[in-house]
């Protein structure tokens, strides 16, 4: 992707794993998506933009606190989520613990890449806190684990502004797969969400 002088760009190095502990510590719910309306909206059209009724692998990374984690769940044979933090981990184990087919786990990204294959890959506010490096390290990884007629659904924060690297320019980085299609585009003035299908 070229990029113009003065554009948005990634950070220099990936948002480190203390920041997001310290965000935990000075609250349960850093984010607020338990309560902010756009949250749940947002959560409700990503349901809603899934293309099959049900999967049967699906692997959610950045899981947070398990709030969409909880919703994707009855739509899954199988459900890996994960989450650098460990009270993240805690609470999302917690969140779905009366669903004995959704594993949560520690996993510090693009490093802890789980093995296997899926047929849904769900990335939620995630991508913009990587280095370059880091991202595209992490776009190859998801992209060689995706089966074919498979699904990569990416759902981030929008800067209306133009100012900061955010939900489009991260998408575009994604789209730039090779093999994937625009199956879902939405784009409205809090977040953007993608769901790219891999060609058989």
Known sequence: ???????????????????????????TDPWDNATKW?????????????LRPRYRRAYEP??????FTRQLAPRCDELLAVDAVPEAVR???????????????QA???????????????IGDLLYYLSAGDLAALLRGLRERLEPGGEIVAMHYRDRSGATWDGAHVHDELAALPGLESAVHHDDEWFVLDVLKLRR
């Open 108 to 122: 510090i990204l693009p490093a802890d890449l789980p093995a296997g294959t899926f047929d849904l890959i769900v």
């Open 62 to 67: 950045g899981c947070a606190v398990g709030l």
């Open 91 to 105: 609470q999302a184990a917690a969140a779905v613990s009366d669903f004995p087919h959704v594993t949560v786990e």
């Open 1 to 27: 992707m070229t990029r113009a002088q003065g554009d948005p760009s990634p950070p220099d190095r990936s948002v480190s794993l203390e920041h997001f502990i310290g965000m935990y510590e000075a609250k």
């Open 38 to 50: 756009s949250d749940q909206r947002k959560y409700a059209v990503t349901t809603a933009s899934l």
